[in-house]
């Protein structure tokens, strides 16, 4: 790609000014020699500039002039110069002479095109064809718009966008030449005009049509396209504002791409867990409204415009807020294959959304091959033909004849096999129906159309919508879920209560906000609840065989239900940290009687011997304690992990060892295993903290200390030691200092990393 200046030449006569853009300002009376002085260094080797002129403009600014009679006295009245006015005969240097003069390295590439004036739309027609006409393919064009028809600038950004398309060409810029902005004088006498760069609104145009893009196709294609131009633009040290922007669009894209892969399965079930949000819709949703309402709208002014496009097209999947099944995820998807023409990710999704519906009806895990296979696509197929109205027949025909099944029915367990009648004799007619005529479409399709019987592409089209619409209505019909899946109440011990039955409720309450707590002595027959710190099952551990932890830790209650559902909450990782710094901590004390505070303290809210208090309601305001406590350390982990991640992302902006975060966050995560010394942000208390970073997590052992003189000394004495004037602090440990000004806390980390 090379540089493509272009710019329309007015007629009005020019008053020189210093023209101010982002190098030293030149002084001229034509912007178009300004913005070339611009790019004259791109512009050396490569690229060119053309010029419009009409003909009037052609003849007063494009060409040199002699001033004559009634022309040079207009010229004097309007040309304020301070060394005479313009004289009889005197002679007027027109762009063309000026480019000649001053830049004549390029003069062979400059072009002066004729252009009407632009009184109707057969002119004006001509005018864009002859923009267009100019630019060559891939060129990185320059835009002015200072001079000439107001028309323009709508012009200017219709041929930008018309070539970017059929030319492949990108946008450098787009100036205008602010003569009536005046600026700071940079002589005495002179005025100076800033070149303002109007690049960004052409970029809103560009992000709007990105985030409709999103919002209508769900392609971020053009959203990355748009961000990519972006930093490719801006200056290195401002590259990390857009870092956020950098993440949410990689969410946008696991979105996207998440639907037109039908990942409609809740991720957090699955076993491997890693990049969670590149496989199931529903998280990489989160993540993505997450982010977006993370950020802080009144940072960048460059930045807002874009957040509330991202904001605006965020809100176009509010249909998943709502989502707390995996069935009601896979509808969302549909109804989205539906309204984009994906009718072949629609099938898919249609097909499977059946089958999830079905497993979490009746209690089985969805992700389990065997339950949507093996038990219900296997009662589906058992069921092609025509159904009887005695379901205990259709039942005895499926369970009967094994080759309906993967497995034989008789080998199933015995809960497997009731869920299995249950589904027979319950399942709606239309819905057996439905499943068979859904596979039989997706498959016409997966085939390509290589049947006898194949159907149009209108046809398929028009019966994903009606398939659709039918499991909608089936779905709202039946009864709600009461699937065995969802724990509906508990059990647990009664009498006195301590911080491993407390906290366990307490998880669960989180889990599941609507379940029951029951405690007594005895759990009773036939309990269809989860039983927990009671009973020697599951979630007790007062058994002689109790499970424990690879490094010897026994589990209690609280611990045993945390592995079963922390990593849901939190993912694998951190649950398996929250682990090892609270939970084990209970669990030792439950098991052993170790002294714990926090164990302490709801012990605490256990009836007192002289007051008249109900024991029940004394565990509910403990449990509401716990419960608290236990949401509060979740969002710390939460948060945690964002910082790690933000800080990740702003790595590659440290210089010298030295990294400059914008405010105060969890950093030592994501630092430890970097080159980074020193981390410098804002401290709460005013001023910036530089601190250094350690070799570990777990250690206090740090990469390179302070040095030893500073560490305690007197603010007096650190800036006699150093000379920088605001260096207030140094912690007599080495880890800590503290300076009043950004400024100062870089050179004392820059002194640190050359002790």
């Not at 609104?201 to 053009?222: C, H, M, P, Q, R």
């Not at 009648?421 to 159309?449: F, T």
């Amino acid at each position: 790609m090379s540089i493509h200046i272009i710019s329309v030449l007015g007629t009005s006569l020019y008053e020189p000014v210093y023209y101010q853009g982002k190098k030293e300002p030149i002084e001229t009376e034509f912007i178009q020699a300004a913005v070339i002085n611009e790019y004259k260094d791109q512009l050396k080797d490569s690229g060119k500039v053309t010029i419009f002129v009409t003909d009037f403009s052609e003849v007063r600014n494009w060409n040199d002039r002699i001033y004559s009679g009634r022309d040079a006295e207009f010229a004097a009245k309007w040309i304020s110069d301070k060394k005479g006015s313009v004289k009889e005969g005197e002679k007027k240097s027109g762009l063309h002479s000026i480019i000649l003069e001053q830049f004549p390295e390029i003069a062979d590439r400059v072009e002066c095109v004729k252009i009407p004036d632009m009184k109707n739309e057969a002119e004006i027609w001509d005018v864009f064809g002859k923009i267009y006409d100019c630019i060559d393919e891939k060129d990185d064009l320059v835009f002015d718009i200072t001079h000439s028809f107001r028309s323009i600038p709508m012009l200017a950004v219709t041929v930008i966008n018309y070539a970017k398309v059929l030319k492949q060409c990108h946008l450098e810029a787009v100036y205008y030449g602010a003569y009536d902005a005046e600026d700071n004088s940079v002589e005495e006498g002179k005025k100076c005009a800033p070149i303002i760069d109007l690049t960004t609104f052409n970029e809103i145009l560009e992000w709007t049509y990105a985030a409709d893009s999103f919002v209508n196709y769900g392609n971020v294609n053009k959203m990355k396209e748009v961000y990519k131009d972006r930093i490719r633009r801006i200056p290195d040290e401002e590259k990390h504002e857009w870092n956020p922007m950098n993440i949410i669009i990689n969410n946008m894209e696991n979105l996207s791409l998440g639907i037109s892969t039908c990942r409609g399965a809740n991720s957090l079930k699955l076993p491997n867990r890693k990049n969670l949000d590149s496989k199931s819709v529903l998280q990489a949703y989160l993540r993505l409204k997450s982010n977006v309402n993370s950020q802080d709208m009144n940072k960048g002014k460059d930045i807002i415009p874009m957040m509330k496009l991202i904001e605006y097209a965020t809100k176009k999947f509010h249909a998943f807020d709502t989502c707390q099944w995996d069935y009601e995820v896979g509808i969302e998807i549909v109804r989205w294959s539906i309204r984009y023409r994906m009718v072949q990710q629609g099938y898919t999704a249609l097909e499977e959304t059946i089958k999830t519906y079905i497993c979490e009806r009746y209690g089985l895990d969805d992700i389990v091959l065997k339950n949507r296979e093996d038990i219900v696509s296997s009662i589906f197929t058992a069921s092609k033909k025509e159904i009887p109205d005695d379901r205990e027949e259709l039942f005895e025909n499926i369970t009967q004849n094994d080759r309906y099944f993967s497995i034989t029915y008789a080998n199933l367990d015995d809960t497997l096999k009731d869920i299995v009648k249950r589904i027979i004799m319950e399942i709606p007619k239309e819905l057996l129906k439905l499943a068979q005529s859904v596979k039989q479409y997706r498959n016409d399709i997966n085939h390509m159309g290589f049947n006898e019987d194949c159907r149009t592409a209108e046809v398929l089209e028009g019966k994903l919508k009606e398939s659709f619409d039918q499991f909608v209505k089936i779905v709202d019909d039946m009864k709600d879920i009461q699937s065995a899946s969802i724990v509906q109440k508990g059990f647990t011990h009664a009498g006195v209560f301590h911080a491993d039955d407390v906290f366990a409720t307490a998880l669960l309450k989180i889990v599941y906000p609507d379940i029951v707590i029951e405690r007594g002595t005895k759990v009773p027959d036939d309990y269809d609840g989860i039983v927990y710190d009671i009973g020697y099952g599951k979630y007790d551990h007062h058994q002689a065989d109790r499970k424990s932890r690879e490094n010897g830790v026994p589990y209690a209650a609280f611990g045993l239900l945390w592995e079963e559902y922390g990593s849901e909450l939190v993912g694998e990782e951190m649950a398996a940290a929250f682990d090892k710094e609270f939970v084990q901590r209970l669990d030792l004390s439950d098991n052993t009687g170790e002294n714990e505070a926090v164990c302490s303290l709801i012990a605490g809210y256990n009836s007192l011997w002289d007051e008249d208090s109900d024991q029940d309601e004394q565990f509910m305001e403990a449990v509401n304690v716990a419960k608290e406590m236990l949401e509060r350390q979740i969002k710390k982990m939460i948060s945690k992990k964002k910082a790690a991640e933000e800080v990740r992302n702003q790595i590659s902006q440290a210089k010298d060892h030295i990294l400059i975060l914008e405010k105060a966050m969890p950093w030592k995560e994501a630092l430890v295993d970097t080159d980074i010394l020193y981390v410098i942000m804002r401290s709460i208390r005013g001023g910036y903290n530089v601190q250094a970073v350690p070799k570990t997590i777990d250690t206090t052992e740090l990469k390179k200390a302070f040095p030893k003189a500073w560490c305690g000394a007197a603010k007096e004495d650190l800036v006699k030691m150093t000379g920088i004037e605001t260096f207030t602090f140094c912690h007599c440990n080495g880890f800590l200092c503290v300076a009043e000004t950004l400024e100062d806390a870089v050179k004392i980390a820059e002194d640190a990393v050359n002790a």
